[in-house]
């Protein structure tokens, strides 16, 4: 059965394609990584909604006529002060496009200011000065390609940061084929920091290594095909000698699997866990945004393995790349309305409740086929099976 989006509407349309425009631009400018095309109409419709800042009505009903930013703070976190939907902060920070990173730029201990003039608000960056009426501070712009030092984030990056190299989907079962524990000192049945671990398999010159449990397929929630291999990370090891294969006294062969020593553990560990090497650190500074096309999908699992989960917490997405998924989505959590008895109706009459929107994700990984959000908000549990759409 095909259903209307509960947002259609000819001027939420119209907010969302402004804000859609800004944060296009915002993209561009902020990250060469993201490669987003802007379009010269899109270039100049940001910089006026940028400039203008947003109708009053898209204002959070209590919002502040001033906040002080505290150790902490992110972007998110402030504009959901001010807002209604915080990841339209690009307006609300009444951005053109040479300073778009200025939000980036700002600081604990500055005070921010709401302007409203002529139905609109804008959010000015001042600093108190020795008792003075504050000045507003005009930012110089800069871009960064790494962390921002003391400058505020996004998003709470401490969240999502143990999961950026930790969270894996592979497009094939390939983990079969990856080098394997065959065997623990004194048959331990599961392993602590510091204890050996004996591997077998195709090692490189890397010395530090993930370790991670058999990968589970991911399926559809809807079509039940495949969508890639989600492998559960465990913890690290490194990698000390090297395997060999010798021969005895007997002349028969001998092999001798390589020695790791386990350096962390996040969930148990033990023989026929599968080691990867471990990837460079990867940091980018996120710009959150609506999508540039509709996207809908499901949640698939939820990380690391779970029946339900809330705000903070990772879930795994039916949407990848290939469906047009990008880093920085804001996207919006749905749950399907339930089938309940008219108890008012004698004869018992089934009806299917509305859907209900529950929250708000982040997307911060994107794989081929599949993607990981943080959960920004959910009023309900979020199971796997819920929907999620364009704001």
């Given at each position: 059965m095909t259903?209307?989006?509960?947002?259609?509407?000819?001027v939420r349309g119209a907010?969302?394609?402004?804000?859609v425009a800004a944060a296009l631009a915002l993209a561009a400018v902020a990250a060469q990584a993201a490669n987003y095309p802007v379009t010269a109409e899109q270039a100049s419709t940001a910089q006026q909604v940028a400039q203008a800042g947003v109708p009053l009505s898209e204002l959070a009903p209590n919002a502040p006529d001033t906040h002080t930013v505290k150790p902490g703070d992110t972007l998110w976190d402030i504009s959901k002060l001010f807002l209604k939907s915080p990841w339209r902060w690009p307006e609300l920070w009444g951005m053109n496009?040479?300073?778009?990173?200025n939000p980036h730029l700002i600081f604990p201990g500055q005070v921010?200011?709401?302007e409203k003039k002529d139905g609109r608000a804008r959010l000015l960056v001042g600093q108190p000065i020795g008792g003075a009426p504050e000045v507003t501070v005009r930012l110089s712009p800069r871009v960064r390609a790494g962390a921002l030092g003391g400058a505020l984030s996004s998003i709470p990056l401490n969240l999502i940061e143990p999961f950026l190299n930790e969270a894996v989907i592979h497009e094939t079962d390939e983990l079969l084929l990856a080098p394997r524990i065959v065997a623990t000192?004194?048959?331990?049945?599961?392993m602590s920091p510091g204890n050996l671990a004996y591997v077998r398999g195709d090692l490189g010159q890397?010395?530090?290594?993930?370790?991670?449990?058999?990968?589970r397929p991911m399926l559809d929630p809807t079509s039940n095909e495949v969508l890639g291999f989600e492998s559960t990370y465990l913890g690290t090891a490194e990698y000390l000698r090297p395997g060999e294969v010798?021969?005895?006294?007997d002349g028969k062969s001998e092999i001798i699997p390589a020695t790791f020593v386990v350096t962390a553990v996040r969930q148990e560990v033990g023989v026929g866990d599968r080691l990867a090497p471990v990837p460079p650190r990867q940091f980018t500074n996120y710009v959150p945004h609506a999508p540039q096309a509709p996207i809908a999908g499901q949640i698939v699992s939820i990380y690391p393995e779970g029946l339900t989960a809330g705000k903070n917490q990772i879930v795994a997405l039916s949407r990848g790349a290939v469906d047009g998924m990008e880093l920085g989505a804001v996207l919006e959590l749905w749950r399907d309305g339930r089938t309940v008895a008219d108890r008012t109706d004698s004869s018992r009459t089934q009806v299917r409740l509305p859907n209900e929107r529950n929250g708000t994700l982040f997307v911060f990984r994107v794989f081929k086929r599949m993607s990981y959000a943080l959960i920004m908000s959910a009023s309900q549990p979020v199971r796997p099976g819920d929907r999620f759409a364009q704001p």
């Open positions: 259903r209307s989006h509960p947002l259609a509407h000819p907010l969302l394609e402004a804000a496009l040479e300073q778009i990173r921010l200011s709401l000192t004194e048959d331990q049945v599961l890397e010395r530090q290594y993930r370790l991670f449990r058999e990968a010798r021969t005895a006294a």
